[in-house]
């Protein structure tokens, strides 16, 4: 079964600083998809950015981008100029391709801070 | 427009009751889910259903029972409620695009308060 880790339970940043999540993950798949979700406090799961596993380019979206190590099974999200509006719980989440009994895999978490 | 809508957002009843909660979802995706989201934030499937049949039957005790009347619904249905199931539960809903993942759409969350 695959599983999920973010190590960080708890993080903090300056506001326009710049703060990188960690995600590792264990699978034997070859294909696979992975992403972070963030959840402000109004529980909203909000879709951040996606990245598949057969390419090696790291996604970027706006001010979020990864860095996907696909050997070291890391997936960290880096978060550029930090606003308060990004105080939230991330979540990492793996997905293998789908097989139509395949659902989205999640670590436990790390809580955002962004601090004024 | 709402693309993953639950109903109600906060219940809070009383041990033994039996309560649902209802999703819709107007993205015309094949398949919804539902999952649990503990006290500690942690996610976790519960049942999935494909063009309303039931393909993820996590280890969930009975008195859960999903069901899904057509592809764009799938309601939960609690029996004998617990102080346990205390949670947040979340309806969600996917599709492959020419054979890719997008990820899920999330609705916001029910809260399920049993005292």
């Known amino acids: 079964a695959q599983t999920v880790t973010q190590s960080q339970p708890e993080m903090s940043v300056q506001e326009a600083e710049t703060v990188t999540l960690s995600c590792t993950y264990d699978?034997?798949?070859?294909?696979?998809?992975l992403f972070w979700y963030k959840q402000p406090p109004s529980r909203q799961m909000i879709l951040v950015i996606r990245?598949?596993?057969?390419?090696?380019q790291n996604a970027t979206e706006n001010r979020f981008s990864v860095n996907f190590q696909k050997a070291a099974k890391s997936f960290s999200l880096k978060i550029s100029d930090s606003q308060l509006g990004d105080t939230a719980m991330y979540f990492c989440?793996?997905?293998?391709?789908?097989?139509?009994?395949?659902?989205?895999?999640f670590g436990k978490g790390t809580r955002l801070s962004v601090i004024a | 427009d709402t693309a993953v809508s639950q109903t109600p957002k906060y219940l809070v009843t009383q041990m033994g009751n039996d309560k649902s909660i209802k999703c819709e979802q107007n993205?015309?995706?094949?398949?919804m889910y539902w999952y649990k989201q503990d006290s500690k934030k942690f996610l976790k499937i519960m049942f999935s259903?494909?063009?309303?049949?039931?393909?993820i039957n996590e280890t969930v005790p009975n008195r859960f029972s999903p069901k899904s009347p057509d592809k764009a619904h799938l309601n939960l249905h609690i029996n004998s409620l617990e102080l346990g199931d205390s949670a947040v539960y979340f309806c969600?809903?996917?599709?492959?695009?020419?054979?890719?993942?997008?990820?899920?759409?999330f609705g916001s969350g029910t809260r399920l308060t049993v005292v």
């Open positions: 699978t034997s798949e070859n294909n696979y998809y």
């Open positions: 989440a793996f997905m293998k391709p789908y097989s139509g009994n395949t659902p989205l895999v």
């Open positions: 993205l015309g995706h094949d398949t």
């Open positions: 259903y494909n063009n309303k049949e039931l393909i």
């Open positions: 990245q598949e596993a057969y390419k090696q």
């Open positions: 969600a809903s996917s599709q492959l695009v020419a054979g890719e993942n997008y990820g899920y759409t």
